[in-house]
């Protein structure tokens, strides 16, 4: 007992875990955890100190590479899911104990085992390991097991980090059914964040996304997304809902609808209030969350879905009425003022662009209700509450200015003063400026966005922009495209 300890300590230094890889100390500490667990009663204290040089030393790539090599990860499952302690003779405190001390050396040996299948050099081998693979799946289905559940999506994360096996996952080994078992049934979120990992992986090829999609993978994730105390988890799924929606027909029409393709969808229009989809739940976790990353890509996910009903070929096999129906469902201010967020942020102009991309097809589209919710975004301020000066505990000074419209934050694209604009996204810029000057002449040209042009600076802004010297053809040519359109709507 002592002499473990002495290693324990050894092998959370460089030098000894370097050690104990090298004098095949990783063989004998696992044989030595194969007998102390068939009487863990008398040898728990030992167990204990033995998983614990284990996990140090597994940190190392190089220790994780000969588990693989000495066949010794199929001996640590076994002991991981057999060993245990018997109740019989001890009292309730005892009992409790008892629990507490094996549930805490199995927590690292899941931590063992999970390292175990990190290293770059394992990951072929434990795939190509059908006997181990089946386990992992088998655990995924142990509803009384959650460490075990865990411990498979995990690992199954670690070995599906390429396109091949997260195909061969999907097609052969039919995972995504057992993931979706645990993103269902467990309680502890570790399980459900663990499992949904492996389904975002999962999704990431496309030859997966409509076995997914068919499988219930989208209606199984997506009440996560109100789990507001685990955000990795709801990063998992809005990741989930994005990749499965992109270049999918039916996948985007589960998300927006929460039906199935083929389903109805003109007869009602998904009226808010009818009942809760992926969609509407995706839209209010955008609007109430905080977390920067987590917005963003959960708005570039509307944008996905936009595209994708727009004018994607998976699109084309179903009628003119269903697609004007999803259309009318993504036309609304909710969405349409989270995209318009995204647009008006200076600080990626990469998401500026996926934002007025996804305006320009919404602006001249069909929509609910008496307004244009895009026309509406274009002249409407940030609703972002601004900091209390008195209350705020920032270091950073707050900024005073006034928020910028769309419009302006638009045109500062186009003007470029820093020059980090590609003329491929200010020439976006300017096409949808254009289409939302033939969208306000077709609702009647409204007063209120008359009135709000004419005050812009909009025209002088433009022809400013288009008599610089340096400007190219291309930029030039949409920049009086606008002007055109203006000139037309008698805005001066």
Known sequence: MIASRVMENLSEIDKGAQSVVKFNGIKTIVQLLQKTAKDVEAYMDLMDALTDILRAVTSKESAQVVIQKEGLLPPLLDILEDAGTSDEGK???????DDKKIGETKAALVEVVVSSTLADANMVPFFNNKEIMERFLSWLNLADREDLQTCAALCLGNVARSDQHCVKLVHEYHAVEPLIHVVRKATDLKAS???TGVLRNLALPEANREVMGDSGVIQACFPLLKKDNALPLQANIVGILKRLCTNSGHNTIRVISGR????????????????????????????RTDDFPLKSEGTRTLCNLIKVVWGNESMKEFDVASITALQQTLNKPEVVLQIAAMARNPKYVVLQNEGVIALTLLVTSPAQGSKNAVLEALISISTDEQPDPDTTISEEPLDQTKPLTLLESLLSLIKNQEGKCPDEIRTNVCVFLRNAMDSAKREGEDPTYLTFLKSSGIKDTLTEVKGQAEIRPLVRTAIQEVLTRLDRCRVI
């Open 193 to 195: 964040h663990a499992a």
């Open 91 to 97: 009292t309730e405190e005892e009992r409790k104990e």
């Open 260 to 287: 199935e393709p083929f389903e109805t969808l003109s007869s009602t229009q998904n009226a808010e209030g009818d009942f809760e989809t992926p969609l509407s739940t995706l839209v209010d976790l955008i609007g």
